[in-house]
């Protein structure tokens, strides 16, 4: 396995499919930050790749010949848990695009614990008019003009922005996110940060003490507006026990459409 240092080489849609998460579709088609490695340089069949915004991996393109397993496990041991070690992290976690990467990734590391849980994935289906932007916050969308205002805790949308570009700039080109604030302070957001020819992802997230009065809600209504206007649909993910956001999700109009599953084991 060697690492892609130039992603914008890779022809990103040989390895995209409608099963593929839309995170790491994103990095392999170089709008996403991410790691890359493959099992070759040169029109790679096998693909595994790092996610710092989803701080995970996953396995596309086509499974590796069973000669092949002996050598990438080397790799693996050699690899891997030194990269985890370095972000603190003491379990790998991965996604696969179909059920034969799966399979072949259970059999190289047979001797692991498994552990697994499903991911939901909405698509989004019916518009909702009947959400209201909770008294006392008022919603700003941002952009440029947004950082010349000072605002409390900025780092609770710019984090988030950094973490899946590597740096602000592109959020200007490829983004959508909105904000409420009470006052000065910076209290919820919802944005689609990752998206396709097909798809862009909603994510919010809401400071505790500012949850359960339908924020994250309006916000999401906010989002889903802006990347209905791309001409493209949006979508939702969240664990299955994630009872909150997927109840924030059917609320906004969005339908579950599959189920992903999350494994992991520890390094």
């Known amino acids: 396995m060697i690492r892609i240092v130039e992603p914008e080489r890779i022809d990103g849609k040989k390895y995209t499919i409608e099963s593929s998460s839309i995170y790491f579709s994103c990095i392999v088609n170089d709008e996403a930050d991410g790691i890359i490695w493959a099992d070759r340089e040169k029109d790679p069949d096998f693909l595994l790749i790092w996610s710092p915004y989803q701080e995970g991996f ?56 498994y552990f697994s849980e499903k991911q939901k994935i909405f698509y989004w289906s019916e518009r909702k008019n009947n959400i209201k932007l909770p008294e006392g916050y008022e919603v700003k969308q941002i952009d440029r003009a947004f950082f010349k205002q000072e605002y409390k805790d900025t780092q609770f949308i710019t984090e988030e922005i950094t973490t899946a570009y590597g740096v602000l700039e592109p959020y200007f080109s490829h983004g959508i996110a909105y904000v409420a604030v009470k006052g000065k302070e910076i209290v919820a957001r919802a944005d689609m940060l990752f998206s396709n020819a097909l798809y862009g992802n909603i994510s919010v997230n809401t400071k505790e003490q500012h949850r359960r009065k339908g924020l994250s809600a309006y916000l999401t209504i906010k989002a889903i507006e802006d990347t209905c206007k791309l001409g493209i649909t949006p979508i939702w993910d969240c664990s299955e026990n994630n009872l909150a956001s997927e109840k924030t999700a059917e609320k906004c109009g969005f339908k579950k459409a599959r189920e992903d599953i999350i494994y992991w084991f520890q390094i």
């Open 58 to 113: 996953q396995l596309m393109g086509k499974p590796l010949e069973r000669q092949e397993w002996k050598k990438f496990r080397s790799w693996f041991d050699n690899t891997i848990p030194a990269f985890l070690a370095e972000r603190e992290m003491e379990d790998f976690e991965y996604g696969a695009d179909t059920q034969e990467l799966a399979n072949m990734f259970k059999e190289i590391f047979q001797d692991k614990e």
